[in-house]
Every structure is written in structure tokens, then in C-alpha cells.
């Protein structure tokens, strides 16, 4: 499941909170993230590097922290596409 902190990108650029993107496949380590970001920051997270892709365009996150052994597409791999996006 996809969790996010603002309701969508729009509310986190109104309220001037940064936007984190967080693509982990262990869900304890993910929710741990989560409550760790979640008071201070916009944070969008993602069980897989596919998922991460998909929610990319619309949150826009300032910043993506990622798994680098993420099963299917890594998080190399993920880093690689990700900057393809951003020109």
C-alpha cells in the first residue's frame, strides 16, 4: 500500500512541506520510516520500485530515499529512471 502523510502534492506545496518519497520492500522498516518523516515532511511511500514509478509524476517528491535491493527493479535501476524523468 501506498501511504502518504498530505492528501496529494498540491496540499504539501501549499503548506510548504518538503516531499519524501520512500520505496522500501520490508514493511517494518517502511512504516518505521514513515512514523520517523511523516511530523516533518510529505511522505508518499512505496513497497516496490514499479509503484514508485507510478506515483512519481503526480506527488513530485523533492527527495527519494530507496532500498537498493528491491526485488524486480532495483533501486539502482529505480534512481536511473527516476533522473531520466527529471531531466
Do not use: H, K
Not at 514513515?34 to 523533492?62: G, H, I, K, M, N
Request: hydrophobic content about 40%; proline content about 3%.
Amino acid at each position: 500500500p501506498v501511504r502518504q502523510a498530505a492528501s496529494d502534492s498540491a496540499t504539501a506545496t501549499s503548506t510548504g512541506r518538503v516531499r519524501v518519497m520512500v520505496v522500501e520492500d520490508n514493511q517494518d522498516l517502511l512504516s518505521f520510516l514513515y512514523a520517523l518523516l511523516s511530523d516533518r515532511f510529505a511522505v508518499r511511500t512505496c513497497e516496490s520500485a514499479e509503484r514508485a514509478l507510478d506515483a512519481f509524476d503526480e506527488f513530485q517528491p523533492d527527495a527519494v530515499i530507496t532500498d537498493l535491493g528491491l526485488p524486480g527493479m532495483d533501486g539502482v535501476e529505480l534512481t536511473r529512471r527516476i533522473r531520466q524523468r527529471s531531466g
